[in-house]
């Protein structure tokens, strides 16, 4: 599939940092994480999460951009980035 296929995921993962992206599903609710290096997702929207501060945070993410927040939990109520939310993990 060339670099956009599968094979190009995991050298741009490592070229950011990042060793590895778990699919966040907060359908059933709000989702508790380990804490993250960051947020990713496919499609414009807001997320609202709990920071490693513990804090309530609601920001705006835009696809195919990585962010580098510490995230704890990602809540249901309030997040409307629909589908593709993903846990950014460097280990």
């Given at each position: 599939?060339?670099?956009?296929?599968?094979?190009?995921?995991?050298?741009?993962?490592?070229?950011?940092?990042?060793?590895?992206?778990?699919?966040?599903?907060?359908?059933?609710?709000?989702v508790a994480l380990a804490k993250t290096n960051g947020l990713a997702c496919n499609v414009e929207g807001t997320v609202v999460f709990l920071d490693a501060a513990g804090n309530t945070v609601t920001r705006f993410m835009e696809p195919g951009r990585d962010y580098p927040w510490e995230v704890t939990q990602v809540n249901n109520s309030g997040t409307t980035a629909s589908m593709g939310i993903y846990?950014?993990?460097s280990q």
């Open positions: 599939m060339g670099r956009y296929g599968p094979e190009a995921t995991p050298v741009m993962l490592v070229a950011s940092g990042v060793r590895r992206q778990v699919a966040v599903d907060y359908s059933g609710g709000n846990a950014l993990y």
